[in-house]
């Protein structure tokens, strides 16, 4: 890995029966997958807020990974359904917002999936990492006038 | 006693704020009893020396409608600012940067390119733009400087209060004189309107169903809602569920779904995205091509969910191809 390379800060939020559980799994298995991707324990991939999504870029994240039990399979039967819904919404608003859609995923992941976890954490970053740093904070300042 | 002073003043508006002073009608009478105007550029001609020479406390609020995005507003607004004790961002283009925040869709060199070069309109073959600062004849002729972007009252001078609203209603701007008249006032940094949401307040809310799912999107534009159901269960696109309440629900009462004017409800961190996040869950889609199709239906998502405070939202303007590389 060249030293100079370009490391991406990617959010992940991991619904907490499945695919935190799955990228736990995938830890515990020893697994090798990058380091890129902050998971943060959330209690159903239905709970992730697009505020949180959005603030996440606003602050920083150069992409966003938001990931929860298969269709069906929700601990709370519909959440992952409402987490659907929502996604294409979100894919639209960033990139009218000159955000690419490329740097969010939603992905199903179950708790025996690690290594569908490991692959995508490897994916997904090398994704991301193609496309560059977001950079929304300092592109901000420059469009921005300083008062 | 003598009375106290009060000031109002315009930035980047279009004038309706200063309407709805003049549509307090006969209570302006009662205003006017109470308090002296020492400032209301709409209505009587004013220089800035003559704010300048202002005792500091003479003038005891500034009312300031308009976001920010000339120099010469911020110049104003700074000098209201050292001169008054209290200030209000009124309306929703001080409090959030308002209609006029939807020029940080774009930038400034692309809305002087429009106007000075590209119009269909425009004669100028020798490509002039203003400048704050040109000479001619051996004169120095200055303008104010147009900023890269549209900014609400508080990121250029510290706000005391917030009123609402494209623009506030009469009523609240009674009760926001008579508030600071008294001295009943809640802590500095409030927005003067109650902390719930529309839908609360909303003479419709009964006919909310207990679950409310949208099968299609209607537009106002080309249908005509029933104005006696929940414009939300009808199909139409309504900012009451992240929207603040306090309005007097003039625009439903009207038949006219919510524009959310009156700025996030209270924990609504990002209007836009909390009503992406309302919508998309009373959507019915079962597979991820439908919840596409779902999402398709929708136009000028920025538009629509920040029609009023772009400037304030999380994300603050839309940006063009990154150029910016770490």
């Known amino acids: ?147 | 006693m003598a009375k106290p002073k009060v000031a109002f003043y315009w930035c980047a508006s279009c004038g309706g704020c200063e309407e709805t002073v003049v549509d307090l009608a006969e209570d302006i009478l009662k205003v006017v009893d109470a308090v002296d105007i020492a400032l209301w550029p709409v209505a009587l001609d004013f220089k800035l020396s003559h704010v300048e020479a202002w005792e500091p406390g003479e003038v005891s609020v500034a009312f300031i409608n308009g976001a920010v995005r000339l120099s010469e507003q911020a110049e104003w607004v700074r000098l209201l600012r050292e001169k008054c004790p209290m200030v209000v961002a009124f309306g929703a283009c001080a409090h959030l940067g308002g209609i006029p925040g939807l020029a940080n869709c774009t930038t400034r060199e692309e809305i002087l390119a429009n106007k000075y070069h590209r119009g269909p309109t425009v004669d100028n073959p020798e490509g002039v733009e203003p400048q704050a600062l040109s000479s001619s004849h051996g004169f120095d002729l200055t303008l104010p400087d147009f900023w890269k972007d549209v900014k609400p009252l508080d990121e250029v001078i510290d706000v005391d209060y917030y009123l609402p609203g494209c623009p506030p209603p009469a009523k609240n701007v009674g009760e926001a004189v008579n508030a600071i008249l008294s001295g009943d006032l809640p802590p500095k940094g409030s927005v003067l309107a109650p902390e719930k949401s529309l839908c609360e307040a909303c003479p419709l809310n009964d006919t909310k169903p207990e679950k409310l799912t949208i099968k299609e999107f209607k537009r106002v534009a080309t249908s005509t809602p029933n104005p006696e159901e929940c414009f939300m269960a009808q199909g139409y696109i309504c900012m009451g569920p992240a929207t603040r309440a306090g309005c007097g629900e003039r625009c439903i009462r009207a038949n006219m779904p919510c524009r959310g004017c009156f700025g996030p409800a209270p924990g609504a961190l990002d209007i836009g995205a909390k009503m992406l996040s309302s919508l998309g869950s009373l959507g019915e889609a079962e597979t991820e091509e439908a919840a596409a199709a779902f999402a398709n239906a929708m136009v000028d998502l920025t538009g629509t969910f920040y029609r009023f405070n772009l400037p304030t939202s999380l994300l603050r303007r839309r940006m063009g191809p990154n150029e910016v590389q770490a």
């Open chain 1, 1 to 147: 890995m060249a030293a100079d390379q370009f490391e991406p800060r990617i959010v992940g939020f991991l619904c907490r029966w499945c695919s935190y559980t799955g990228a736990d799994l995938a830890g515990t298995s020893r697994m090798q997958y990058p380091a890129n991707i902050a998971a943060i324990k959330v209690m159903c991939s239905g709970r992730v807020d697009p505020t949180f999504v959005v603030k996440a870029f606003a602050e920083g994240a150069d992409g966003v990974l938001i990931a929860g039990c298969h269709p069906g399979d929700c601990h709370y039967e519909v959440g992952n359904f409402k987490a659907m819904r929502r996604f294409p919404i979100l894919l639209k608003l960033l990139q009218e917002f000159g955000i690419e859609p490329e740097r969010v995923r939603l992905e199903w992941i179950s708790a025996s999936e690690g290594q569908l976890f490991a692959d995508l954490a490897k994916h997904f970053t090398d994704e991301v990492r193609a496309l560059g740093p977001l950079n929304w904070k300092e592109r901000t300042r420059a469009l921005c006038e300083s008062v």
